[in-house]
């Protein structure tokens, strides 16, 4: 027995932690001393693991192994008295080892221990070429619970479905589970059909796989010769959150950094290089930098960053305050809202600090004042936005964390030295040229008091991560790529996108499909390359609107469900009734868009033409009058909108109304005069309005008139033109104010009231 006495007190320490270093897929234990933690690799222990000066003590028969809830450390030079058994030969143990209490156990007989103990550790099968691990982002693994699936569940495209089955997903306010689950697998392509109609595909790792595997990797799991792996982790936790563990133990916080490192070790050794090659996407680059910036020597050779939210996204602000579906087709927005408020990843992918240096307030609070039409804007700084949030039901201790993750460090553009002098080859591929939501519009009225939420403002990035907060110091320049016209939750199988990380991955010459990913180095030479340039739609109206792009790409309501949008670079927001279209124009794209009534009333389209991420002019087609009848669409003929409509839908177009982007004081009394032969203005509110446009025309003329006419010294023309421009600008103020009143009283309405006040202010001398 005493011969075998080593092996087992080599068992007991390795039983005895056996759940600590099981639940963290590690082949080790911890040692713990009184002021340090060693970790012992049990198939090469160090010459010094057993202690030799040290007074004998003696083992029991048998010993414990369990699935650890909680670690005590036992002091061997005072052991509890039923701890040894005194009928046993001698041992030289150090002063102190760490063991757990079990919720769970198995006896193992010391005096006859299973053969298999005692074999030899096996031998490490090195793979034949550098391992690749893919993290993947927020909604990127799948959960289950009870044996069904949660995330992700065909039922979420269910029109009679509230998406409520994903409530078992919720965290308490101490940021842990409610509810048990288990992790499944990386996502990699859903394929579902709604009743036959709509058919929706998503393939968010399928084709990255693939496209490895022509390059001659293994990505089939579990395969001896695989190369390729997916690390699925809880998402929830995001890269701040901490897993459940003991109260008042020892045991260390394990995070999905945590857990990302010891994955990556595991890899690195069965590496011929020792290193892991990482593609990180959006949250999943967060938790890999985290464990980059954690540990001095992290492993890994090529470290592919895609779509990162360096600095947060806008949109899971609007996540935790209105609701979104993060651009997934058929996720309800209210679902997400609900179990996100506890969640710490929602936290993580707020705008931190840095970025309202790098991008400004994404909060605007819009208050009417006593101006019909003019509001009091404030945007709401970092310090603010985090009291407001608050102030909606936010957790404080998941906006604590969330605000210690995002330090200096992490968000700061010397992170790329970082990992250089790490030893990473680091890669940025960052998205553009998509419209993504960033500003949340607090609607309130004189006393501050809340009436709606407006979300219809947006920015360059790749529809869910804004250019700034993506765009990062993450890898010097020659190594830095964009992706225009983006789909974030679709970047990592994406045609261009997976060849050039394959390509990146594998160092062989991948030739891309397409045009879409252009150089730091081209970027540079011209930043419109990555820049917005198209036509945005707004309808304030019953009024549904499809569009088709020449690829048969398509923007619509699916009812029950929610906006679809399949269109490359496009954005398609609906609130409370009014939709709102993004439309890119960089290739020269062609739309068919089409209008359908759904109901009685009257229609407001807004277009603005957008270039240089900056929003032009209005044209604003006002009031006209809509019903279930209704079709026609919507032509863009370069800077000019033009609107066609068949009002009794017999197939023949009734109406066709076009706007520039130069709107005159005769196209306002264009609109007047619809709104009059729609009954909506009536005398004698009627004559008064009308009565003061004409002068305005009479007005108007003679400035062009002032204009056109050279006789006069340049010094006299130009005093004669600003008199003219202020003559006008008293009658606009005069009639507005008129207006005003009229919409007080009740004798126009209040969007009759607007319109005319718009078209007032439009046709402004500036």
Known sequence: MKRYLPMFLLLLIAFSLFAYSWAQELPEIIIEDADATTTIDLATPPADFFVVNEPPFLLSDEVAICHADAREVIDLATPPEDFFDASEADLRLSDEVAICRADEKITINLVAPPEEFFDPAPEVKILSRTPVLFVPGLLGTEISAGGNMIWINEEMYNPFNSDNFMDILAFDSNLLPINATALKYVIKEKNYSLFNIINFHYDYTQGLMDEFAAQGYDAAEGSESQTFYTFPYDWRYGASGVYPKPKETGQMDVTNSVLLGRRIEELAKISPTGKVDVIAHSLGGLIAKKYVLENGNPQIGKLVFLGVPNLGAPLAGRGLITGTDFGVFGLNPQELKKISQNMPAAYDLLPAKNYFSAKGSWVRILKETDRWGVNETQNLDWTQTRIYLAGAGANNTALANAANLHSDEFDG??????????????????????????????????????????????????????????????????????????????????????????????????????????????????????????????????????????????????????????????MFEINNGKKFVYLPQNENQQYQISLQGEGDGFFTLTARAVEDDLLREPRVFSLLPVSKNLSGGIELNGRETIIKIDNDGDGEIDQTISQDETFTINELMADFNRYVAAGLIKNPQRTVILAQLKLLQKEFAALEKLQADNRLPQKAKTAAIAAAGRLINRQIDLLAKEIQLMAKRGTVGKEIAQALLSGLERVRIK
């Open 413 to 570: 553009d010397n992170i790329y030295e970082i990992m250089a002098n790490k030893s990473i080859d680091s890669y940025n591929i960052a998205g553009c040229r998509s419209a993504t939501f960033s500003t949340l519009l607090d609607m309130q009225n004189k006393t501050g008091v809340h009436q709606y939420y407006d979300y219809f403002e947006f920015a360059n990035g790749d529809d869910t991560v804004p250019f700034e907060s993506a765009n990062r110091k993450l890898a010097k320049d020659e190594n830095t790529f964009y992706v225009r016209d983006a789909k974030h939750g679709q970047m990592p199988s994406a045609d261009g996108i997976c060849q050039k990380i394959a390509g990146i991955i594998s160092q062989n010459n991948i030739p891309l499909p397409n045009n879409k990913i252009i150089t730091r180095a081209q970027l540079l030479e011209n930043e419109r390359l990555c820049r917005l340039l198209g036509i945005a739609l707004r309808i304030d109206s019953p009024l549904a609107i499809k569009v088709t792009d020449q690829d048969g790409n398509i923007i619509e309501n699916v009812a029950g469900v929610g906006p679809k949008n399949e269109i490359p670079g496009a």
